[in-house]
């Protein structure tokens, strides 16, 4: 979403930070701006809606240089995209701040800054930072010690980085819940959100974590952790290697991109969690306004996307209580459709370009108010400037960085995500969801990632677990409730790349066929979290045991299930029932790749598939 870079430096830089925009487009964005400080000590800014390219091309008509300057994307949360609402914002001529993130109490904030004096030009939660740090300001004299006493104002997720014309050496940054970067140089420092705007001036950098602030100086910096005291942070050098179309030490894409969700969840949610609730605005600034509205639920998509979808619906009729649809693009696109009134419409794509899901899409927003249309539409995407995020009226975007491999991986677990995010988001508003409830799932999905890393180090299990795969021609995936679309993505991923036939079902419905596919040739893998469900789901593999079929289960450490005669448990760590799907994905993944490779196919291209499917 939105992109930070600064500089402070002893050479003009405005091409640097405008260079650093452009790298950072990806990420999707409504509006681009820059500040620098003049040769006179004055604070110049110029910002456009639209691409970097209008930007450039004010730039060119009206120039700027500096040796000091900050520059920003921005995704509208608060206030629509506009000129007026894109950073830098200033606070009077002297001071200028650029922000990521949700400031949850600007409200209050913009009342008692509004109080003192100040005057606000724009609609977003970020012109209360700098009027809030200016006040600071005025009493302390030192840019970094009101910087320090500000932040202890700010509730909610920022990245923020500021310039002031009064103290014209220096450049700050403070982290909270949003990523930022510090590039070091000769005689020159810079900031961004991701590595990737400065790697045309730097190889080498440093990580802010959580709660800490910056003084970014042209020979040096200086960092203070949460609790006011000096800390060193790790000098990184990069190198090519890191780059997402590297391998790197892996023997493909696919494992790598697997091994990568940890860290692509850890920054699909920064940004979006307040301190016991999702952050509504992340979806844009009419979200929470349309959310309420919302009554229904449609969603389309394709392949993996559409397995992403059917555990959405599960989630958004239990927590947010609205009924949910779930269809495939391709079929939904060709059939008239009966459209309940209020309902979103929600697309899921990782690409953003699936020709199926495109057109649903496109059929869906051309019905007219009499034809029954949609309240509104919503994409779920990977690639902040494709078609379907433009064609939407809301997106979140997942953070998932560029996916290689055919079979996705870490673009699923990324839109389960988002989708909880979402159904957090619907239920929060609505008030049909329970704080207490709300609040502790929050503090689930913070653990999340490292719940993701624990069942990555089960990676040499499931690879000891796959040779009962080397001489198999079909295999059996069951799952009950949310776990079901988990074992319809199991089996998707076993059969795009190792080429075996697989199948998924509902494992209550074992006993209305296919049970008689079931024998000692025929794997039969589960997904057994602990749940209401668990005891069904036992005797249902009682029934699979009995007819001599070889059961894999990947069980929660405390289902008291155990390994025997032709049965293989693999114990999960334990997680909240509701983001189980999230981690019991993990497993299915390495369980198909190391069959793979037994097989082997070619795991990143297989045949016959293509990543992202822009044709009929």
Known sequence: MCGIVGAVAERNITAVLVEGLKRLEYRGYDSAGVALLNEQGQLERR??????????????????????????????????????????HFSGQELAVVHNGIIENHEQLRAQLKGLGYVFSSDTDTEVIVHLLEHKLQSLGDLTAALKEAVKQLHGAYGLAVISAQQPDRLLAARSGSPLVIGLGLGENFLASDQLALRQVTDRFMYLEEGDIAEIRRDGVQIWDVDGNPVQRENVQYHEGAEAADKGAFR?????????????????????????????????????????????????????????????????????????QIEVASEFR????????????????????????????????????????????????????????RESDLCLLTQAGPEIGVASTKAFTTQLVALMLLTLSIGQVRGSLDPALEAELVDELRRLPARLGEALAMDAVVEKIAELFAEKHHALFLGRGAQYPVAMEGALKLKEISYIHAEAY???????????????????????????????????????????????????????????????VVNMPHI?????????????????????????????????????????
């Not at 493909?252 to 605005?281: A, C, D, W, Y």
């Not at 979806?283 to 009554?295: I, R, S």
């Not at 649903?360 to 902040?384: D, F, H, M, T, W």
């Not at 019991?584 to 390495?590: M, V």
Request: a neutral charge.
């Open 576 to 616: 909240h029932d509701l983001l189980a799907p999230i981690l019991y994905t993990i497993p299915l993944q390495l369980l198909s790749y190391y069959v793979a490779v037994l097989k082997g196919t070619d795991v990143d291209q297989p045949r016959n598939l293509a990543k992202s499917v822009t044709v009929e």
């Open 252 to 324: 493909h894409f696919m494992l790598k991109e697997i091994h990568e969700q940890p860290k692509v969840v850890q920054r699909t949610l920064e940004g979006r969690l307040g301190s016991n609730q999702v952050l509504v605005q992340a979806f844009g600034p009419q979200a929470a306004e349309l959310f309420a509205k919302v009554k229904n639920v449609q969603i389309v998509a394709c392949g993996t996307s559409y397995h992403a979808g059917m555990v959405a619906r599960y989630w958004l009729e239990e927590l947010a209580g609205i009924p949910c």
């Open 334 to 389: 060709y059939r008239k459709v009966v459209v309940q009134p209020d309902t979103l419409f929600i697309s899921i794509s990782q690409s953003g370009e699936t020709a199926d899901t495109l057109a649903a899409l496109r059929n869906a927003k051309a019905l007219s108010p009499e034809q029954g249309g949609y309240l509104a539409s919503l994409a779920i995407c990977n690639v902040g400037i494709s078609s379907l995020v």
């Open 47 to 88: 910002r456009r809606v639209g691409k970097v390219s209008e930007l450039q091309a004010a730039l060119n008509d009206e120039p700027l240089a500096g040796r000091l300057g900050i520059a920003h994307t921005r995704w509208a949360t608060h206030g629509a995209p506009s000129e007026r609402n894109a950073h830098p």
């Open 506 to 568: 509902p494992a209550g419905e074992l006993k209305h066929g296919p049970l008689a596919l079931v024998d000692s040739d025929m794997p039969v893998v589960t997904v057994a979290p602990n749940n209401e469900l668990l005891e069904k789901l036992k005797s249902n593999l009682q029934e699979v045991r009995a007819r001599g079929g070889e059961l894999i289960v990947f069980a929660d450490q405390q289902a008291g299930m155990s390994n025997g005669e032709g049965t293989h």
